[in-house]
């Protein structure tokens, strides 16, 4: 789609990216840490400052939890022209940070040289900030989308989503059954190829399956000869698993991204050049090269409690994650990896997913992005991580991640997620709350 059918310019009553700064600083100051267990602050108090500010402008919200302190929010707004509703969903919690790591505190929100610090900067209170800077805007002025939206602002994203939306699909899905779509985080961000800018909308997200390897075998003492030996059984499969090189898979979402890429490099995309045309996202690629493939890290071991003691088992932890399409040649490569006398087990196995990249979300999705910046390219892509669409689509959603963010191209995606330092710039927020305001107009 060209800069010609973009949204043209307009002249408004109201500022959609007025409070997005504030609003930024002012979640991250809420300490919302998820440890992945219920040792954290919660949500509780993010959930009722967002419950407030709806309220402030006349939209009425319920606050739901499942356990004491892990909140969600969840608001309609709009409609009246009879289509199904519009999920529109960020969670409030973030990941750790250590202060004595950073260079300001994480729950600052200290603005300085021109970009926002602090943990959830980028994932996802900047999202959260953008979606009720828009929303508070409109409302205040009486500009209500014709199509009707449930806002949902959700408990425990990072750590499986257990207190928010699995709780929300599995005991109050009267509350969000009736949407159809669903546009959520990761995704709209820029990355700049060739000089060119390109706009990443997510539209499929990698399986995770969190593995324990155990090997047991015969305990003795480490002055012995012993053949049955857990932590080298262990070792050996630890080894194997982590040193493969997984072949390259290439899914419709990743066809389409990198056939965009291929076009800027005068070449046609295929699976035996994808990584070359990964590589030409420079600090990106680390991110995007993770989904051409599937992959499994070992993270973690544990075996034995005394040096010249042979333990009885020895147990091993592995993030894997797998692409839509190849979950059975990921799990029947790995059990061969692990060779005999290995045993797995799942501390959490949740299954990909892809949407078609077209029809009329992702039109307006597009058009909004090219009204703010004509001269964008706009593709899918998919991503490596987890996010909450996992749950939604359980209830039959189109899912989508927009979060739209015009970066530098001198940008480091490596502090981007979780990073130390995690910051996003004050101009990439607004521009991501306008585009955001456009996408209301056009949903």
């Not at 969903?89 to 602090?118: C, I, M, T």
Request: some cysteine.
């Amino acid at each position: 789609m060209d800069a010609a059918s973009a949204q043209p310019s307009r002249d408004l009553s109201y500022d959609p990216a007025k409070e997005v700064v504030q609003l930024c600083q002012e979640l991250i100051r809420i300490d919302t840490s998820n440890y992945g267990t219920d040792d954290g602050p919660g949500e509780r108090k993010a959930a009722e400052y967002v419950a407030g500010l709806l309220d402030e402008v006349g939209i009425d919200s319920q606050v739901i939890e499942g356990q004491p302190g892990r909140a969600n929010v969840v608001a309609r707004w709009g409609g009246g022209d009879g289509r199904a509703p519009l999920l529109l969903h960020g969670h409030l919690d973030v990941v750790p940070a250590e202060a004595s790591d950073w260079r300001v505190d994480p729950f600052s929100g200290e603005v300085e040289d021109g970009q926002v610090w602090g943990r959830g900067a980028v994932d996802m209170k900047d999202f959260d900030a953008m979606l009720l800077s828009v929303v508070r805007a409109r409302a205040a002025a009486g500009a209500a989308p014709d199509r009707e939206v449930v806002l949902c602002f959700t408990a425990d994203e990072e750590a499986g989503g257990g207190h928010g939306a699995k709780l929300l699909v599995e005991q109050h899905a009267d509350l969000l059954a009736d949407c159809t779509e669903a546009v959520g985080e990761v995704g709209g961000f820029s990355a700049t190829v060739r000089g060119r800018r390109v706009y990443l909308i997510e539209a499929a997200e990698k399986g995770m399956a969190w593995m324990r390897l155990t090997a047991r075998g015969r305990a003795g003492h480490g002055s012995m000869i012993n053949a049955d030996n857990a932590v080298t059984r262990l070792a050996g499969a630890v080894g194997r698993i982590g040193a493969h090189q997984w072949p390259v898979r290439l899914t419709p979402t990743m066809e389409v991204l990198l056939a965009t890429i291929g076009e800027l490099a005068g070449t046609e995309a295929t699976p035996d050049n994808a990584e070359a045309l990964v590589e030409e996202f420079g600090d990106a690629a680390k991110m995007i090269g993770a989904v051409i493939r599937n992959t499994a890290n070992p993270t973690m071991l544990k075996a034995g409690y005394k040096t010249n003691v042979i333990p009885t088992d020895a147990h091993a932890t592995i993030d894997g994650r797998f692409l839509p399409g190849y979950e059975d040649e990921f799990f029947a490569t790995l059990h061969e990896l692990a060779g005999d006398g290995i045993e797995f087990d799942f501390e959490s196995k949740q299954d990909p997913w892809e949407t078609p990249y077209d029809g009329d979300l992702v039109a307006a999705m597009t058009r909004s992005l090219m009204a703010e910046d004509p001269e964008a390219l706009v593709a899918p892509f998919l991503m490596s991580g987890g996010t909450d669409a996992k749950h939604f689509r359980k209830l039959d959603m189109r899912s989508y991640g927009f979060a739209p963010l015009r970066l530098p191209a001198d940008l480091d995606f490596t502090a981007l997620f979780h990073g130390v330092d995690e910051r996003v710039p004050v101009d990439a927020l607004e521009f991501g709350a306008r585009v955001f305001d456009r996408f209301l107009d056009d949903i």
